[in-house]
């Protein structure tokens, strides 16, 4: 039987990794996993119930929630207890609350525990802040994605004029950065490239040029079959 293979993909809001992500593990036929959308649910549901931002209740939170992935053709689906949150948790609300809530020590616990238990459910490529670091350190591939400050605003504000979220570019570049420097400098497993990591800056580069660089990546590192 073969082993089973990672590919972690890490880097700051933005970048492409969810995109990239998502497609590498189509063509791989690898599963993929979205770290960032089990914080974004999080985040919703702490609003929802009002949690605020103390450390014991987001905790709590936490380790009873029922977090739910879901693959369908149209991409994954994220579910909380019940709800299918997968449009809600990319509104500018959660987005602003979501990276104090993925500071808690107590709340990552669980997410890395359940992020483990799904890569060893088969292939996959995960992306997020802390795979390469954290949650998978024995992976085959580590990938660090990044791009211009510049570019990656542009990008999530050109996503979100498609999907007619009313956003301005100043306001959302602001975001963009007030959440890399929260993620960068928390105390528990902060963004940060691990030693491993081929890094990609896609400043510059289109989806498929980036796309090609990670499955090149991977290819050298696993010399996978069909990638
Ligand atoms: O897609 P975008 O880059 O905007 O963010 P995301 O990947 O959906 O992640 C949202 C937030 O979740 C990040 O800003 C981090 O605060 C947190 N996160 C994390 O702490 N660790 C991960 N492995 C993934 C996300
Ligand atoms: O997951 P992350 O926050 O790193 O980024 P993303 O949500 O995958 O990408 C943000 C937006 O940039 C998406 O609309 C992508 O289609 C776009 N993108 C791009 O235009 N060019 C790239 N080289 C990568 C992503």
């Not at 702490?46 to 369908?72: N, Y």
Request: aromatic fraction near 4%; include cysteine; hydrophobic fraction near 45%.
């Amino acid at each position: 039987t073969e082993a089973l293979k990672a590919v972690a993909i890490d880097g700051p809001a933005g970048a492409g990794k969810s995109t990239v992500a998502r497609e590498v593990a189509r063509r791989l036929n690898y599963l993929y996993i979205d770290t960032g959308a089990m914080y974004r649910a999080l985040a919703w549901w702490a609003l929802r119930q009002d949690v605020g931002c103390e450390p014991v209740a987001l905790t709590a939170l936490a380790e009873a929630a029922e977090i739910r992935l879901v693959a369908t053709d149209e991409g994954t689906r994220v579910w909380i207890h019940g709800h299918d949150v997968t449009e809600a948790i990319r509104s500018p609300e959660v987005s602003q609350h979501v990276s104090q809530v993925a500071a808690v020590a107590g709340v990552r616990a669980p997410m890395v525990r359940l992020q483990q238990q799904m890569a060893a459910q088969g292939c996959v490529v995960m992306d997020g802040r802390d795979i390469g670091t954290r949650v998978l350190p024995m992976a085959q591939v580590k990938i660090f994605l990044t791009a211009s400050i510049e570019e990656r605003a542009l990008r999530r504000y050109r996503e979100l004029c498609a999907r007619g979220v009313p956003v301005e570019l100043a306001a959302l570049q602001q975001e963009i950065e007030a959440r890399d420097q929260a993620d960068s400098s928390r105390a528990t497993d902060p963004l940060r490239q691990a030693d491993d990591a081929v890094v990609i800056d896609t400043t510059g580069m289109g989806l498929e040029q980036v796309i090609e660089a990670v499955l090149a990546t991977v290819r050298r590192k696993v010399g996978d079959h069909g990638a």
